[in-house]
């Protein structure tokens, strides 16, 4: 590895990963943590610095999916290959938070946008792109992933009546904090910074143009991450960033920019839901049926409360959207590892037939799994 001597503790190192590296380090591998990765070329840094790093063979084919491919914010196990200043990613530590999201498209695949994140900072614009149903998905996500969310509200120079969007941010969150910024006055950029504190990791997640490179920029103090002007007249602006990369704060912690997202589908199914809709999760106990749907049956809490005034309507239909897509989800994923477990069995009983025509055959159908 090259370049300037880094703490691994100001990488977010600690004695929980410490010991689970413990093993490795008895084969003489290094601790190192994914900075940027494109197409299965690495960076990565580590005590001794920066450095380019590609996978060992092994992982390659043993990985079972792509998430089993580094990512940027794991940490890694690496070896320095003899006369070369690349290293070898062996190993991937047990990712301890992930931001994942299913693959733009039809297949049902998992797509991680960051993992290993304390905190992630949810942007929206304060202009016409704002959406509070698109926040309720993207915290959702986060929340499935174990991340703390925080909602960044950012271009407050743009909106004439921020309190107003404060306060019904504020109840689409939940409990998540919801800061108002602007990269353009500086407003907020202090608190924003006491949120990430030295050792932490914080990704930036939101659609295209709504301002995550420049709040990093400002976190920064400098130009580090590139920003194109948006349209006036739709406020959407083109992909300014291309790719994630882990930036390190000058006042500790890190950062993980991330391109913004056209298109976002859940992935995971299991409690993010509920914890991302509190309001709801709390008034749903009080349905009469234990299994009320909320859509039709006499004496649900939820429309009760709608018609009440306490809750609004595009709240309900948003929490019970984004369940029928986790349950799809759910299901989707249950087909998919059922077929791809009958190929694996299929796959096997083929490798068996083989090798009992043709001493050592083993060998070669080992590569096939
Ligand atoms: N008025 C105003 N404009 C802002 C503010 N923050 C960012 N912008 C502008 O919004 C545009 C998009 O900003 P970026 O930081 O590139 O947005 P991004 O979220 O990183 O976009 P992608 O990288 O494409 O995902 C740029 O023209 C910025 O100058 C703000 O607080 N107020
Ligand atoms: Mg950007
Ligand atoms: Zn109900």
Same mark, same amino acid.
């Given at each position: ?136 998905? @993207? ?124 298109? @976002? ?11 991302? @809709? ?92």
């Amino acid at each position: 590895m090259a370049g300037s001597p880094v703490k691994l503790e100001s990488l977010g190192w600690d004695a929980r990963w410490e010991g689970e590296f413990a093993k490795f380090r008895e084969t003489n591998l290094t601790p190192a943590r994914v900075a940027t990765e494109d197409k299965h070329h690495y960076t990565v840094v580590g005590e001794p610095g920066e450095c380019l790093a590609v996978i060992a063979g092994k992982m390659f084919h043993q990985r079972q999916s792509n998430a089993g491919f580094p990512k940027v914010g794991d940490w890694v196990a690496v070896a320095p290959q003899p006369g070369e200043s690349k290293v070898v990613i062996h190993h991937v530590l047990p990712r301890r938070t992930t931001v994942a999201r299913k693959v733009p498209g039809r297949e049902v695949e998992e797509q991680l946008l960051a993992v290993n994140v304390d905190k992630a900072f949810v942007v929206q614009a304060l202009d016409a792109t704002f959406n509070l149903r698109r926040l309720e998905r @993207f915290l959702v996500m986060i929340r499935e992933g174990g991340a703390e969310p925080v909602v960044i509200l950012n271009k407050a120079d743009l909106c004439e009546d921020v309190d107003a969007r404060l306060a019904e941010t504020q109840q689409a969150a939940g409990a998540a904090l919801v800061i108002v910024v602007s990269a353009k006055t500086r407003l907020g950029i202090g608190q924003l910074r006491e949120r990430i504190t030295p050792g932490q990791t914080v990704v930036f997640i939101g659609t295209s143009g709504v301002g995550k490179s420049s709040l990093i920029n400002r976190l920064c103090g400098e130009e580090v991450q590139p920003t194109i002007e948006v349209r006036a007249s739709d406020s959407k602006g083109r992909h300014s960033t291309t790719w994630r990369e882990l930036i390190p704060l000058p006042c500790g912690g890190l950062v993980i920019d991330t391109p913004g997202m056209r298109e @976002f589908h859940m992935w995971m199914a299991g409690d993010g839901a509920d914890e991302a @809709f509190p309001d709801i999760a709390e008034l749903a106990v009080r349905c009469h049926f234990r299994n009320c749907s909320h859509t039709t049956e006499k004496r649900c809490a939820l429309k009760e409360a709608v018609e009440a005034g306490q809750l609004p309507r595009e709240r309900v239909e948003s929490f019970l959207k984004l369940q029928r897509e986790l349950d799809y989800m759910t299901e989707e994923r249950r087909q998919h590892t059922y077929m791809a477990r009958k190929r694996q069995t299929k796959i096997s009983q083929n490798a068996y037939d083989q090798s009992r025509q043709r001493p050592g055959g083993w060998e070669e159908t080992d590569r096939l799994q």
